[in-house]
């Protein structure tokens, strides 16, 4: 289909291990979003991307947390060292552009889930 | 700064009766507002927004909403509730300016569930 498209869909690893989760934007969508679903933190901002470029990273919740984004399609977001409290739904959204008023549209999300 | 508060964390209905979901926003700017709804196992699908113009806005599925600025209130409504409509509903606003452009910040959710 042309929605946004998450990979893999559920992850099961070990603490300490390090992740990396895949986002593939609706084609010609130029804005990029992660966000991290918890039971007990609700959805969280993580990061945007407008291009290739990433102006806003506060909601990385860590220095091991981190995000890339290249030929302004496909990201990853790269989780070292994982910990329990990572575990979570991680949910990518794109938008045509940058705007307040445009509509995000999400992927299924990747299940993470620490041991 | 922008947030959201979604009144009730769990709502029951019967099929047929009105949904009533409750959303309340904080913007320091003139705010653009969502609904999302997210079903089992899935990511969020847009149910409606409101960004300028008229303040009763129409969804899929049935579902529309009110921006009322007075009340700085976005609540999601249903006439007729089908057992298709339960799952859980996030209101959103969207980061006004700057580096949070576009950015949403989400409410806690409200789980529907709709009884037969």
């Known amino acids: 289909g042309a929605g946004v498209s998450q990979s893999p869909s559920n992850k099961v690893t070990e603490k300490g291990k390090d992740v990396e989760l895949r986002c593939d934007p609706i084609?010609?969508?130029?804005?990029l979003y992660w966000y991290r679903q918890s039971l007990g933190q609700g959805l969280e901002f993580l990061i945007y991307?407008?291009?290739?470029?990433?102006?806003?990273k506060s909601g990385l919740p860590s220095d091991r947390f981190s995000a890339e984004r290249t030929g302004g399609s496909v990201s990853t977001l790269t989780i070292q060292r994982t910990q329990q409290e990572d575990s979570a739904v991680y949910l990518c959204a794109s938008s045509l552009e940058q705007g307040a008023h445009q509509p995000q549209h999400f992927g299924d999300g990747t299940r993470l889930s620490i041991l | 700064a922008q947030s959201v508060t979604q009144l009730g964390s769990h709502v029951s209905v019967s099929e047929g009766a009105l949904v009533l979901l409750r959303c309340n926003y904080s913007s320091s700017v003139p705010p653009y507002l969502f609904w999302y709804v997210q079903y089992p196992n899935q990511g969020l699908q847009l149910l409606l927004k409101?960004?300028?113009?008229?303040?009763l806005v129409k969804g899929i599925n049935g579902f529309e909403a009110e921006f009322k600025k007075s009340e700085t209130s976005f609540h999601l409504t249903k006439p007729s509730a089908h057992m298709s409509d339960a799952a859980e509903y996030f209101c959103?606003?969207?980061?006004?300016?700057?580096?949070?452009?576009?950015?949403?910040?989400f409410g806690r959710g409200t789980q529907l569930t709709v009884w037969p």
């Open positions: 991307f407008q291009g290739n470029s990433a102006p806003d």
């Open positions: 084609s010609g969508h130029t804005a």
């Open positions: 959103a606003v969207s980061g006004g300016r700057g580096s949070t452009l576009g950015r949403l910040y």
């Open positions: 409101y960004t300028t113009g008229a303040t």
